[in-house]
């Protein structure tokens, strides 16, 4: 309770707020906007900014009501977060708007989305099963191949001297000497590739898993809220390039409307590991510390490209960025040694 809101929980994940905007601060709001538009008004016979307000505000005093209204919420909403110790995960929801009556205060409410607790679940529940990697004969052949087909050289056929052409032109001298050693090499690449590859296949299925044991549901307004701002980059994005958008989908063999189910599922997606690591990251008691962090920023540094404004590096917000980066590095890592390490013991 404050003395210009009260708060309800209407569910885990919604709270709301019912708003009273004193009179007195209202109309000196939309005092303020009607003599912004009194200096700015021309009415024949009168010179510029000297018309009386009593002609001018019937015609414009609705519109100013509701500026004034709009101009004074954010303020209102802000403040009753601040003090409730509330972040949203949405815009807000706005439920009831006044009639912007003169001489009543003015009752609005809205609807405030904020992300639910949550709690890492049993983790020992999470079964990843790892794949033995082999490479066939015939996927050695369709390397070979590929090599052939993508490499100028003076030999066609894949032979020994094709091979000695295919060694020098990649660099591997020291490494293969011959044919079947390039068998060897590529073989061995191939594995690596595979293994790679899979190893990323079950760290996303684990991930999968934790976030489905620990329960971890996005409202849905959040959802949205991030699937429309996916849209609003998209759409910057192709205007920023001179691509028209439905150039762009009939290229793509793709609908709008497919694009929005797509950005909705990745949301989701990028919402809920975004909660589960935080809520390890808690859990698990992890943190960063200043040399790391330091560590962190030297190396964005080395790689940054020319014409970098190094002044950026000194800012606190921007340091507290990337150290959540890291954070959240640390906790995919951790969660990843956890899971696949217990794994690979088996």
Known sequence: MSDFYTKKEISKDTVEFKFTIPNKKFREEYQKLLNQELTKTDIKGFRKGKAP?????????????????????????????????????????????????????????VNITVMPEFKVGDLKKVKVEKEKVEIKDDEVEKALENIRDNQETKEKEINEKWAKEIITLLKIENEVKNLAELRV?????????????????????????????????????????????????????????GVKIE???????????????????????????????????????????????????????????????????ENEQWKEYIKGIELKEKAFESFIKEILGRTEKK
Do not use: C
């Open 53 to 109: 307000s009593d002609m001018v505000e019937p015609q414009i005093g609705g519109s100013l009501k509701i500026q004034a209204f709009e101009k004074l919420i954010p303020d209102v909403i802000i403040e009753a977060l601040e003090k409730e110790k509330l972040e949203p995960i949405a815009p807000p929801e706005y439920k009831e708007f006044p009639k912007l009556e003169d001489e009543k205060d003015l009752e609005f409410v």
């Open 185 to 241: 090499h590529l073989k061995d690449a191939l594995k690596k590739q595979k293994e790679h590859m899979l190893h990323h296949k079950l760290e996303d299925e684990a991930l999968k898993q934790a976030i489905t044991i620990s329960k971890i549901e996005i409202p849905q307004p959040a959802i949205k809220f991030e699937a429309e701002e996916r849209e609003r980059a998209f759409i910057a994005d192709m205007q920023k390039r």
């Open 247 to 313: 150039q762009f989908l009939k290229s793509n063999n793709i609908t709008m409307e497919k694009m929005r189910e797509l950005w909705l599922e990745d949301a989701k997606q990028a919402l809920q590991t975004d909660i589960f690591l935080k809520t390890y990251i808690k859990e698990r008691e992890l943190s960063v510390t200043d040399e790391e962090l330091k560590e962190k920023i030297e190396g964005i540094k080395k790689n940054a490209p020319d014409g970098t404004d190094f002044t950026i590096f």
